[in-house]
RNA sequence: GCCGCCGUAGCUCAGCUCGGUAGAGCGCCGGCCUCGUAAGCCGGUGGUCGUGGGUUCAAACCCCACCGGCGGCUCCA
């Protein structure tokens, strides 16, 4: 018969194996074979699934699915180590995920302790090189076989299509396959973690054990894959922010950040950023109470749908007397739209608060500044008509872009649809929907839609941020914007229209930086704690090389002092060299050592943080050129 | 909330397996050094061992509960 492989038309023999084909592929260590969207073990033979003239595809690690047959394999020599040491552990799934792969288990207690000998059980395996064997079941072979396994019966009931199961070595697990076609293939491996999960993710099934792996078909890229996960830990905002004293936890309030004096220079530059950003576009900044009558979150509907997230407030003096703490700003800004008789002249009407919110996040879910119980929003609400969303959100979009380019970071933008349960006509969705379309169209950023996965009460753009990785599945939430066709309604909010009747409005929810906490956290991940230069708590240090220089070093941070550039003078009984690596642990952009040569010269001899060479400059000149990449926010250091 | 790990000096951590009066480095304080680009030398200071209970003649160490932190709990044979 002829197939079709590398684009190239060869006779093959159809008894021959899929294995034997893949030689005639100009692709080297092959896992698995693709026929008409279909993964198939090599050991198959062509003319069992091919049919004369298909496209054979061979697909190896590099590939995605290469990639997920490799780490799934390596999940069964997992699930056959913990089964020759855990006898009566019943292993129910184990897919291969972003990075890697797991196995869960019932009845295995087991702590990190006991990882290194699973994963000396699995290289055992691997050098043996066991072969995945394909076994063809019928549901009556298959309930038989694994008869001592409810969750393995659970999921032979739940097929309608043929069953199968694999056998590598001593063990046989039901599986739909392909897998690579022996664990030889696999070179390195790593177990990683161990934790807790539930039988179908559903918090009233059972309770399960899961193990995190990761294997590779080479040492290096093992090697490789410990080094993100390495840098991943140094850049940890949580550890940089210890090191850098920028905030601190303590369980007196647990989950929210205490920002320490050096930390609330971050903050406050990053709110100030912000702040001119919505000025710059007309919003109009309030502030509003931190606690609202319980019978305003009933209304809204949150007493119901977002309970068990918000606190309740309640005077000792008083306990009939109950309020809310805000978990969001919404109610609040439409009492201030709602103050008055409103027109359509005063669409599309922007209110901006940097509004304190409180949120009860379960307590395993906290993470630094991350995941917070209060957050301050850079929230903003625009009270508008159905014709006005499309330029309000495409102007909210240039907002988050600006910031995304300021900070050099790559957003990801995600188009949240209709859901099933959802109030408002079709039209109105349709509307809506195709204004969030267009906007991002227009503007050209490219964007991916999830269906469905809007709020109930309107379509939503989420605006997600690359980490150093550039793998989508690890980017941080930071901005969005969101269509709501039911709070103002719900709150009877209405203006006047042209046509003298009263309209509900569109209530646009949006955050650029999300919260500032949390955004700070962002940004000091993303740039390792090397701030850019307008965030750096400190941003020049001067060191006298000795006492005798303190006079000079002062009068030079006058003169940056009178131009608001935040310096510092070091000038403690240390030396030098001691005096340097402290700054530079502090990540401080430029470092100042003057002495002889500087005073007789009226220079500066600079270090740039992340240049190796010291820069030599004339003090006007340096406080000029610092000053103006400070006002202009720039994240370039050089002096050059 | 659930699973696993962790909590010892301001910080990073050792000590816990095998119970017997608490250790290191850094920091901080003092002294010497007066210094030219990532840690100068010497001395000192510092701990209710997360909290509470239990076992024991004796608990940082063993047991239980609670508090807090970290990782995970969506990826369907």
Same mark, same amino acid.
């Given at each position: 018969?002829?197939?079709?492989?590398?684009?190239?038309?060869?006779?093959?023999?159809?008894?021959?194996?899929?294995?034997? !084909?893949?030689?005639?592929?100009?692709?080297?260590?092959? =896992?698995? $074979?693709?026929?008409? &969207?279909?993964?198939? %073990? +090599?050991? /198959?033979?062509?003319?069992?699934?091919?049919?004369?003239?298909?496209?054979?595809?061979?697909?190896?690690?590099?590939?995605?699915?290469?990639?997920?047959?490799?780490?799934?394999?390596?999940?069964?020599?997992?699930?056959?180590?913990?089964?020759?040491?855990?006898?009566?552990?019943?292993?129910?799934?184990?897919?291969?995920?972003?990075?890697?792969?797991?196995?869960?288990?019932?009845?295995?207690?087991?702590?990190?302790?006991?990882?290194?000998?699973?994963?000396?059980?699995?290289?055992?395996?691997?050098?043996?090189?066991?072969?995945?064997?394909?076994?063809?079941?019928?549901?009556?072979?298959?309930?038989?076989?694994?008869?001592?396994?409810?969750?393995? !019966?659970?999921?032979?009931?739940?097929?309608?299509?043929? =069953?199968? $199961?694999?056998?590598? &070595?001593?063990?046989? %697990? +039901?599986? /739909?396959?392909?897998?690579?076609?022996?664990?030889?293939?696999?070179?390195?491996?790593?177990?990683?973690?161990?934790?807790?999960?539930?039988?179908?993710?559903?918090?009233?099934?059972?309770?399960?054990?899961?193990?995190?792996?990761?294997?590779?078909?080479?040492?290096?890229?093992?090697?490789?894959?410990?080094?993100?996960?390495?840098?991943?830990?140094?850049?940890?905002?949580?550890?940089?922010?210890?090191?850098?004293?920028?905030?601190?936890?303590?369980?007196?309030?647990?989950?929210?950040?205490?920002?320490?004096?050096?930390?609330?220079?971050?903050?406050?530059?990053?709110?100030?950023?912000?702040?001119?950003?919505?000025?710059?576009?007309?919003?109009?900044?309030?502030?509003?109470?931190?606690?609202?009558?319980?019978?305003?979150?009933?209304?809204? &509907?949150?007493?119901?749908?977002?309970?068990?997230?918000?606190?309740?407030?309640?005077?000792?003096?008083?306990?009939?007397?109950?309020?809310?703490?805000?978990?969001?700003?919404?109610?609040?800004?439409?009492?201030?739209?709602?103050?008055?008789?409103?027109?359509?002249?005063?669409?599309?009407?922007?209110?901006?608060?940097?509004?304190?919110?409180?949120?009860?996040?379960?307590?395993?879910?906290?993470?630094?500044?991350?995941?917070?119980?209060?957050?301050?929003?850079?929230?903003?609400?625009?009270?508008?008509?159905?014709?006005?969303?499309?330029?309000?959100?495409?102007?909210?979009?240039?907002?988050?872009?600006?910031?995304?380019?300021?900070?050099?970071?790559?957003?990801?933008?995600?188009?949240?649809?209709?859901?099933?349960?959802?109030?408002?006509?079709?039209?109105?969705?349709?509307?809506?929907?195709?204004?969030?379309?267009?906007?991002?169209?227009?503007?050209?950023?490219?964007?991916?839609?999830?269906?469905?996965?809007?709020?109930?009460?309107?379509?939503?753009?989420?605006?997600?941020?690359?980490?150093?990785?550039?793998?989508?599945?690890?980017?941080?939430?930071?901005?969005?914007?969101?269509?709501?066709?039911?709070?103002?309604?719900?709150?009877?909010?209405?203006?006047?229209?042209?046509?003298?009747?009263?309209?509900?409005?569109?209530?646009?929810?949006?955050?650029?930086?999300?919260?500032?906490?949390?955004?700070?956290?962002?940004?000091?991940?993303?740039?390792?704690?090397?701030?850019?230069?307008?965030?750096?708590?400190?941003?020049?240090?001067?060191?006298?090389?000795?006492?005798?220089?303190?006079?000079?070093?002062?009068?030079?941070?006058?003169?940056?002092?009178?131009?608001?550039?935040?310096?510092?003078?070091?000038?403690?009984?240390?030396?030098?060299?001691?005096?340097?690596?402290?700054?530079?642990?502090?990540?401080?952009?430029?470092?100042?050592?003057?002495?002889?040569?500087?005073?007789?010269?009226?220079?500066?001899?600079?270090?740039?943080?992340?240049?190796?060479?010291?820069?030599?400059?004339?003090?006007?000149?340096?406080?000029?050129?610092?000053?103006?990449?400070?006002?202009?926010?720039?994240?370039?250091?050089?002096?050059?």
């Amino acid at each position: 018969m002829r197939v079709i492989i590398d684009g190239i038309e060869v006779d093959v023999e159809p008894n021959s194996t899929l294995y034997q !084909l893949s030689k005639k592929s100009r692709k080297r260590d092959v =896992l698995i $074979a693709k026929i008409n &969207g279909k993964l198939y %073990d +090599l050991s /198959r033979a062509v003319g069992d699934i091919a049919k004369e003239g298909d496209v054979i595809e061979f697909l190896t690690f590099d590939d995605k699915e290469g990639k997920e047959v490799f780490w799934h394999s390596t999940s069964h020599l997992l699930a056959a180590a913990v089964k020759k040491l855990y006898p009566d552990a019943l292993p129910t799934i184990g897919p291969p995920i972003d990075e890697g792969f797991y196995y869960d288990f019932y009845n295995l207690k087991i702590g990190d302790s006991d990882l290194p000998k699973l994963e000396e059980e699995v290289k055992k395996l691997v050098k043996d090189d066991v072969k995945f064997e394909r076994i063809e079941l019928t549901k009556e072979q298959a309930r038989e076989m694994f008869k001592d396994n409810k969750f393995k !019966l659970e999921i032979i009931e739940e097929s309608n299509e043929a =069953l199968s $199961a694999y056998r590598d &070595g001593p063990y046989v %697990d +039901l599986c /739909r396959g392909p897998h690579i076609p022996s664990s030889g293939y696999i070179k390195a491996v790593k177990l990683l973690k161990l934790s807790g999960s539930y039988w179908r993710g559903d918090s009233k099934r059972e309770t399960l054990t899961r193990i995190y792996g990761i294997s590779f078909p080479k040492e290096s890229l093992l090697k490789e894959y410990l080094q993100i996960l390495e840098e991943r830990k140094r850049r940890d905002h949580k550890v940089i922010g210890k090191e850098l004293e920028l905030f601190m936890f303590t369980e007196i309030s647990p989950g929210s950040p205490f920002i320490l004096p050096d930390g609330f220079v971050v903050y406050n530059e990053l709110l100030q950023y912000a702040r001119e950003l919505d000025k710059k576009h007309g919003y109009m900044e309030v502030m509003t109470p931190f606690i609202g009558r319980t019978e305003l979150w009933k209304k809204t &509907g949150h007493l119901e749908k977002y309970r068990e997230n918000m606190y309740e407030v309640v005077p000792f003096s008083d306990e009939n007397d109950k309020y809310v703490l805000k978990p969001m700003n919404c109610p609040f800004h439409i009492a201030i739209f709602n103050a008055k008789t409103r027109s359509y002249r005063d669409l599309p009407f922007k209110l901006s608060e940097f509004g304190i919110v409180h949120r009860y996040e379960l307590e395993g879910t906290l993470d630094g500044l991350l995941r917070t119980r209060v957050l301050q929003q850079n929230d903003a609400h625009v009270f508008v008509s159905e014709e006005q969303i499309e330029d309000i959100v495409s102007e909210i979009i240039e907002m988050m872009n600006e910031t995304f380019r300021l900070f050099d970071m790559k957003p990801i933008f995600v188009l949240a649809t209709r859901p099933e349960k959802r109030i408002g006509s079709d039209e109105l969705w349709d509307k809506a929907e195709n204004a969030l379309r267009n906007v991002l169209e227009k503007i050209g950023v490219n964007f991916t839609v999830k269906e469905g996965d809007g709020a109930f009460y309107g379509p939503k753009i989420d605006v997600y941020v690359l980490d150093f990785t550039g793998k989508p599945e690890y980017a941080y939430a930071v901005s969005t914007v969101q269509l709501d066709f039911n709070l103002a309604g719900l709150l009877g909010a209405k203006y006047m229209g042209k046509d003298d009747r009263e309209h509900v409005p569109i209530i646009i929810h949006r955050a650029i930086l999300g919260s500032i906490g949390r955004f700070m956290g962002i940004v000091l991940e993303h740039t390792a704690g090397n701030l850019p230069l307008w965030l750096t708590p400190i941003q020049v240090v001067i060191l006298p090389v000795s006492k005798k220089y303190e006079d000079f070093a002062n009068s030079i941070a006058g003169k940056m002092r009178e131009r608001n550039i935040r310096v510092t003078i070091d000038g403690s009984e240390s030396t030098l060299e001691y005096r340097i690596r402290n700054a530079r642990l502090k990540r401080i952009p430029y470092i100042i050592v003057v002495g002889e040569k500087e005073m007789n010269e009226g220079t500066l001899t600079v270090r740039v943080r992340g240049q190796k060479d010291l820069i030599k400059t004339e003090i006007e000149k340096f406080v000029e050129k610092i000053e103006y990449k400070i006002h202009s926010r720039s994240m370039d250091l050089s002096l050059n």
